[in-house]
């Protein structure tokens, strides 16, 4: 007997994780801004923590709508 109301058709799970997105944006910001604190302290600057955490988002933010932001085209059914 097959079950109506169940379908396991993959159009019903998620195709992609927020949390991976959301992860994978603060791994960014921290691993680029620690870099920039070690980097701060080594040369007695202070603003290379800035310059990291900046640099971090925006390689992650790259990253993350170079993996979530491809959309296929929309295929029709033939007539």
């Known amino acids: 007997m ?3 109301g169940r379908s396991d058709a993959p159009e019903d799970t998620p195709k992609d994780d927020p949390w991976q997105a ?17 980097a701060d302290r080594w040369l007695d600057t202070s603003y290379l923590v800035a310059v990291g955490i900046v640099i971090g988002a925006g390689l992650s933010l790259y990253m993350v709508l170079k993996r979530f932001g491809h959309h ?8």
């Open 2 to 4: 097959s079950q109506q």
């Open 72 to 79: 296929a085209p929309p295929t029709f059914p033939e007539k």
């Open 22 to 38: 959301f992860s994978q944006i603060v791994a960014g910001v921290l691993l680029y801004g620690g870099l920039g604190w070690l």
